[in-house]
């Protein structure tokens, strides 16, 4: 947004497209974050961004609180700390407003309706603030239908909601997904939460989404034929070296990854050195956190259009390759791949539902964690092949 823009929308006083913050402290982060979900709900359809000002008062004059490098991360980081889902587009600027610095965070309407803060769908229409009803969930999720949605959230023509497990989804997705509160205050049929955690495309409309395929499905590679991942253990370091271990693992997602680390951690080594000190110390070939990390990343980075090739996860003797099929999207480019704060995402609604089930804390960050774990255990750094099909990782045991 230009300069005029932005002070045309800031002199309109109160409206449903500002949120004006004195400052971040108390609780006007949480507010902050609030205004953010319902800009992106855009529940009154303005089909424009909204705007929260930092340093603002609410009557319009200027609290002298100064958008320094680190109130600006600690804005960025609201887009990526997993209290938003899906993850909003929203940028954050230093700007000046009228002589004064000032924070803004410009909030795109999302095209994926409905956003939730913590578990609940804020919204704002005129001057109110506040959770939607049954009845604006049901309008914001007719409102994606309309939308260019990402690949995850298409039909599968083939799929009915009969494949699902509605157990998974009521006993363990939804109560993660919704505030308890929320679940109690009111009555929506099964297909409603379903449309509102987008596992179908809409209650007239309940052909499983390629998310609702692979979340809520007993075995989701009946579905989606890529929908699984692929462990060789191999007694050598060479393709054509003896298999000690194989391994087909699907299933619904969150299965699928809880059976991945029991493999993982079955086959982890542990050097146990008594001579370098008088405490006995243990260090494993890999660290696990590393390990989770990138082959959570494989599952929700790959692309699910037009293969139908698993991820693979191959364990030599001497290293580990993790094969993600997708090469990279969006904002990521071979050249700034695995650079802090470069990040995009092909699977919006896949990464949602990995965090509403407890694999992903938070978004962004998870290269950066295994380097870091790695070099932590002494492993050589994580290599990366970048090409425009795949990206393998490569992970070297610790010496």
Known sequence: MTDQELEALFDLGEADRIERKESLNGDA?????????????????????GVVFIGVKDKGGFSGWKPTDENLRTLADMRSDGNILPIPAMIVQKRMLKGNEVAVVIVQPGDAPPFKFKGRVHIRTGPRRGIA?????????????????PYDLHPLNHATVADFNRRLFEEEYLTA??????????????????????????????????????????????????????????????????????????????????????????????????????????????PLAALQQLARNAVMHRTYEATNTPVRLYWFDDRIEILNPGGPFGLVTKENFGRPGVTDYRNPHIAEALKVLGFVQRFGVGIQTAQKLMKENGNPAVNFAVEDTYILATLRKSA
């Open 133 to 149: 009803s049954a009845q604006e969930e049901r309008m914001l999720n007719e409102k994606r239908r309309f939308k260019d949605l």
């Open 29 to 49: 982060a949480e507010k902050a974050r609030e205004a953010i979900c319902a800009f992106a709900n855009d529940l009154p359809n303005h089909q424009a961004p």
């Open 177 to 286: 997904a919704f505030a308890r509160d929320i679940l109690a205050a009111n009555h929506r049929s099964y297909e409603e939460r379903l449309a509102a955690c987008r596992m179908i495309v809409a209650v007239e409309d309940p052909r499983p989404t390629l998310t609702g395929a692979i979340v809520l499905t007993p075995r989701a590679r009946d579905l989606v034929p890529a929908a699984f991942l692929q462990f060789l253990r191999i007694k050598g370091t060479k393709l054509g070296d003896p298999i000690q271990d194989e391994a087909d693992i699907d299933g619904p997602v969150g299965q699928m990854l809880t059976q991945l680390d029991a493999k993982l951690a079955a086959h982890i080594g542990t050097t146990v050195d008594i001579v370098s000190g008088s405490v006995e110390q243990r260090r494993p070939d890999y």
